[in-house]
């Protein structure tokens, strides 16, 4: 079935420091990508998605790009701020019928000043 | 963006009770529901979707008596944890889509049960 790996956390970075959140996903055909965000106390937001190969997703900063060769999405930001601090998680959505969203384990980065 | 609320935040109950959890979708007609469970630092395991004015499909070791899920109208779903047990404390966050499954899943600020 349907899996997505990401990096076990939690990252802790320095403010101004580069981002890199690996997650690698196995899926049949085509699925669409996703990185949501959980800020403390709030629900899961949408950060950005790429829904086929080479597109490349990308919003507040953050960018990821849909490698079908590496089965990889992997989330970049050139320079983190403190309210960056959150949990990222990787996800997917495969292609066939009424498929929900498959979810990696998440990824908790802090950024300090 | 599309807002969906979930009521209560927070509930503690006694083991052998019941509760109810209450998920809306505020300013769309949510069309297709899900709920997940999320336990401490793992991700988020869906327990089931629903599809308005029908059963609930429950995805394989969710167990469909115990977890009750009600989608009766186009802007509200609930779960209801029968019988709770310690065990079942747990991160109960849901999800709604509008339309098919192109569309966009909006989540929940999740609810956090504690059986006693």
């Known amino acids: 079935g349907n899996s997505v790996t990401q990096m076990e956390g939690p990252v802790t970075l320095s403010e101004e420091a580069f981002l890199t959140i690996n997650c690698t996903y196995t899926?049949?055909?085509?699925?669409?990508l996703f990185w949501y965000v959980q800020y403390p106390g709030e629900g899961l937001q949408l950060l950005l998605k790429?829904?086929?190969?080479?597109d490349k997703g990308s919003n507040k900063g953050f960018e990821a790009t849909y490698r079908k060769e590496t089965t990889s999405f992997h989330l970049e930001k050139g320079s983190v701020q403190v309210s960056d601090s959150a949990v990222y998680f990787c996800?997917?959505?495969?292609?066939?019928?009424?498929?929900?969203?498959?979810f990696g384990k998440g990824t908790r980065l802090s950024v300090i000043a | 963006g599309a807002v969906v609320s979930q009521h209560p935040s927070r509930v503690i109950c006694k083991s052998g009770t019941s509760v109810k959890i209450e998920c809306r979708s505020l300013?769309?007609?949510?069309?297709?529901m899900f709920w997940y469970r999320q336990f401490p630092k793992q991700s988020l395991m869906l327990m089931a979707t629903?599809?308005?004015?029908?059963?609930?499909?429950?995805e394989q070791g969710v167990e469909k008596d115990k977890f009750l899920i009600n989608h009766a109208s186009l802007t509200l779903s609930t779960l209801t944890v029968t019988s709770a047990h310690p065990e079942d404390s747990s991160f109960y966050i849901c999800?709604?889509?509008?339309?098919?499954?192109?569309?966009?899943?909006?989540f929940g600020p999740g609810t956090r049960l504690t059986v006693t």
């Open positions: 999800s709604a889509r509008e339309g098919g499954a192109a569309r966009e899943q909006y």
């Open positions: 899926a049949t055909g085509y699925p669409s």
């Open positions: 790429a829904t086929k190969a080479d």
């Open positions: 996800a997917l959505r495969g292609t066939s019928g009424n498929t929900p969203l498959v």
């Open positions: 300013d769309f007609q949510a069309t297709t």
């Open positions: 629903s599809n308005e004015g029908s059963k609930a499909t429950y």
